[in-house]
């Protein structure tokens, strides 16, 4: 393949949902659930079976682990999962990236996914204190913390991050910082910073329903400036509302994804975006595991990717982005005129949530507009649901996955 093709070429990342984790924490969301006997066999056999669905070797660019907890599997089983992959991939992939929970990460278990290829850990820290810890419904300690972080430092992989929680009840600027001190002491490549969530059916969604939490908007928002300037600081560049790294260390995977890419999942509740069509796999282990037996996978949410889907979804999640996003390739991409955005993008300029565009053709949040990313998201979805009604269809056929 020349350059010009491979170009040309969508990107492809493979993502392995790992179902399983020892307890709930109190703010999840994701599908896990605890394992029992033989569970590990059960998926890891399963995704083999998930990989043969595909035909041919996959051309893939990044592989990520997450879940539930990549971590609580055997040193056995991650190596057989790993051996499941590489298998399946015309190459080793670019970058690799598991996650795991301190709690669960032995000396074992990293020689493993040295020995596979893995070159990207993302250690689950959350924060360094234990009372906070404590709020979360973590099981690991502020000592089982640094005891992970030493391992994977000795292991020598390509680059670690370190996922830290903010806005947890109880938490002051004071702690935040904190905890962000105790991150840059240790010297990570890479940093992802999350403002705690209520999701519905969780433990912590319960306790604000009950009245016995409460969410203090203005205190989040001075968390999250008080981040993005320590972590800038220290040499952090923010690539993302969320994610921060040393020059040349962003996550591959996570940018081609939110750039609209291709990614294949693999296990319950994962997924997909391949050939033209957008899926997520049954969150349930044993349906998704009847499903590949019987060469039916169950799938849900299944829906056909236009041009107009991918345009708008490009602009939400390239929003997000610190780099922003190119109208003119934009425009090209998606065969969708750019004024058609004029509207939104003047209001939101005069509002200084965005730089101005117009000159420069390029959509780029402002520190304010990063600040109410999601609610810009928000917008753009409702304002493209309105405006599609009206719109010219695009003319010609997008050549997205060519
Ligand atoms: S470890 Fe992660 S996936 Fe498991 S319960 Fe906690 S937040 Fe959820």
Redesign the pocket.
């Given at each position: 393949m020349n350059l010009q093709a491979k170009e040309k070429r969508s990107r492809l990342g493979l993502y392995v949902h790992v179902p399983f984790?020892a307890?709930?924490?109190d703010?999840?969301g994701?599908y896990?659930k605890k394992p029992h006997n033989d569970d590990f066999e059960r998926f890891v056999s399963g995704i083999e079976k998930e990989l043969n669905t595909y035909s041919g070797s996959l051309e893939v660019d990044t592989v990520f682990w997450g879940?539930?907890?990549p971590g609580l599997l055997t040193p056995r089983d991650m190596e057989r999962l790993g051996q499941a992959l590489l298998g399946k991939m015309k190459a080793p992939p670019a970058e690799w990236t598991v996650e795991m929970?301190p709690a669960f990460v032995t000396r074992r278990k990293l020689e493993i996914l040295k020995q596979i290829g893995v070159s990207r850990i993302s250690l689950?820290v959350q924060s360094f204190r234990d009372t906070l810890l404590d709020k979360l419904g973590?099981q690991h300690t502020r000592s089982q913390v640094f005891k992970a972080i030493d391992m994977v430092q000795s292991a020598e992989f390509q680059s670690f991050n370190l996922d830290l929680i903010f806005a947890i009840p109880g938490q002051d600027q004071a702690a935040l910082q904190e905890d962000l001190n105790e991150v840059v002491g240790v010297s990570p490549q890479h940093v992802s910073t999350y403002c705690l969530t209520f999701e519905e059916d969780t433990a912590l969604f319960v306790k604000l329903s009950e009245g016995k939490l409460s969410i203090d908007t203005e205190l989040e928002a001075d968390l999250y400036l008080r981040a993005w300037d320590q972590l800038a600081e220290a040499g952090f560049e923010q690539y993302e509302v969320s994610n921060f790294s040393k020059p040349g260390f962003e996550c591959i995977h996570n940018i081609n994804t939110w750039c609209m890419e291709q990614w294949i999942g693999l296990g319950p509740a994962a997924s997909s975006q391949y050939a033209g069509q957008r899926w997520s796999n049954v969150p349930d282990l044993d349906k998704w595991l009847k499903g590949i037996d019987e060469e039916s996978p169950c799938r849900v949410e299944e829906v056909g990717l236009s041009p107009d889907i991918l345009a708008v979804d490009s602009l939400v999640f390239g929003l997000r982005m610190n780099a922003g996003i190119n109208l003119v390739s934009w425009e090209s991409r998606f065969r969708t005129p750019k004024y058609l955005l004029d509207p939104l993008l003047t209001r939101w300029e005069s509002n200084a949530l965005i730089d101005p565009w117009s000159e420069r053709g390029c959509l780029r949040l402002t520190r304010e507009g990063r600040l109410v990313a999601d609610a810009l998201g928000g917008e753009l979805l409702d304002y493209f649901d309105k405006e599609s009604m009206n719109r010219p269809k695009p003319a010609l056929e997008t050549r997205l996955f060519s």
């Open positions: 984790c307890s709930t924490c703010f999840c994701f896990q879940g539930g907890t929970a689950g973590r």
